[in-house]
């Protein structure tokens, strides 16, 4: 099969080689603003480097019109979930119908469907007055906790209520879960459920991942109202991901949903055993069923390491780690999305507790001399 993958993230490479590795052909779509083009290795595939969102529609379109593409491997950016659909049913190659990318491409259309639908959601401020603090924003269009910020001043909130482009929404404190799967001809299958780490208020990008989940028994739950919204939505034959956020109490609220592969599922899964997922993926398109095969635990984690201009850096126990990537040059301050550069390490084990071990004992060696420490 010839294929079509624009690349959101460099984690994602052990998969496309995988998928290459498997006798697929692929067309890559490399965002240079997120992915620094010399820093990763794409092996056979052809390479389509891209400055900006418009250039990664332009390039799609050419790609579409100049090759017999049989599956376009949905990892695009949910902001342009709609302008990829348009493209797709001018070329007649099978992706989500354009009415329901209109849906799928902004939370504030999607979150009011769920709230018609009844699916518990965290409440939408729509007035001033109906905010309590604090509460956090979201832009309507947005990925990967960009933008995405905890709000403690009214004045703040004020000022994001006036931008007129952001979500303001009830705070709740608790774990963030994500599901990942697929649903063809209306049959759901959840094939990894992992747990999201946020620690860098206000902002709350994702700073660390871990599988299995401490939630993965709320599956069924989570599944049935999935079929409820797929239902209206109308959405079939596609991959998908769903954020929840699990409170004290036990109860949880569905937060982020997007069509598309899981960045975070397909960094986790080669480390704990499934490498061909997206092969079977597109062998399940066609009617094959399969079961993701995947062992023991894996946990993936920013280093946490203070901020400054690093002079020297090197660890004694990285042979702890499944991988380790140590920052180069500088650690600079968190903001609004995973700050990869300042480094993580990706470890493995048998659970959830040997892989901390193994993780603390990893950056507890860690040597490092700066410049400037901030």
């Given amino acids: 099969m010839k294929l079509i993958w624009s690349i959101a993230s460099p984690h994602v490479m052990q998969s496309v080689a995988n998928t290459i590795a498997s006798g697929h052909e692929v067309e890559i779509i490399l965002p240079s603003w997120i992915i620094d083009p010399t820093a990763i290795n794409t092996g056979n595939a052809t390479v389509h480097i891209v400055s900006d969102t418009v250039d990664l529609l332009d390039t799609l379109n050419y790609i579409l019109a100049s090759n017999k593409i049989d599956y376009l491997v949905p990892s695009f950016p949910d902001a342009i979930t709609e302008q990829v659909a348009e493209i797709c ?6 992706f989500v119908e354009q009415s329901t990318a209109r849906i799928l491409s902004s939370k504030y259309n999607y979150y ?3 709230k018609a639908l009844s699916i518990p959601m965290p ?19 947005g990925q990967a906790s960009n933008g995405v910020k905890i709000l403690t001043n009214i004045n703040e909130v004020t000022e994001f209520f006036s931008a007129n482009e952001y979500i303001v929404q009830q705070y709740i404190p608790g774990d963030i879960v994500s599901f990942v799967g697929t649903v063809v001809d209306g049959q759901i299958d959840i094939d990894l459920c992992y747990d999201i780490e946020s620690d860098a208020f206000p902002y709350v990008p994702e700073t660390g991942l871990s599988f299995p989940s401490k939630h993965g028994f709320l599956q069924k739950s989570v599944t049935e109202y999935l079929q409820r919204f797929f239902d209206v939505v109308q959405l079939n034959n596609v991959p998908f991901m769903l954020d929840i956020m699990v409170d004290a109490n036990g109860q949880f609220y569905f937060i982020d949903f997007a069509a598309r592969l899981s960045m975070g599922g397909l960094l986790l899964m080669p480390y704990g055993g499934e490498e061909n997922y997206v092969n079977k993926m597109l062998s399940r398109m066609h009617q094959e ?20 201009d690093i002079k020297e850096i ?20 968190a ?24 993780f603390k004992q990893c950056v507890d060696s860690i040597s490092i001399e700066y410049y400037n420490k901030i």
Avoid: M
């Fill in 289 to 308: 069923q399969f079961v993701v095969q995947l062992t023991g635990a894996v946990l993936f984690r920013q280093l946490g390491l203070p901020y400054g």
């Fill in 89 to 94: 049913q001018q070329h007649k190659i099978a």
């Fill in 335 to 358: 903001h609004d999305n995973c700050v990869y550069s300042n480094g993580y390490a990706i470890v493995i084990g048998d659970d959830l507790e040997e892989v901390e071990d193994k």
């Fill in 112 to 114: 009011r469907l769920w």
């Fill in 123 to 141: 409440e939408i401020y729509n007035k001033i007055t109906q905010v309590e603090l604090p509460c956090i924003v979201k832009p309507y269009r």
């Fill in 314 to 333: 090197s660890c004694k126990n990285s042979k702890l780690a499944a991988k380790l990537e140590l920052p180069k040059q500088v650690v600079v301050a």
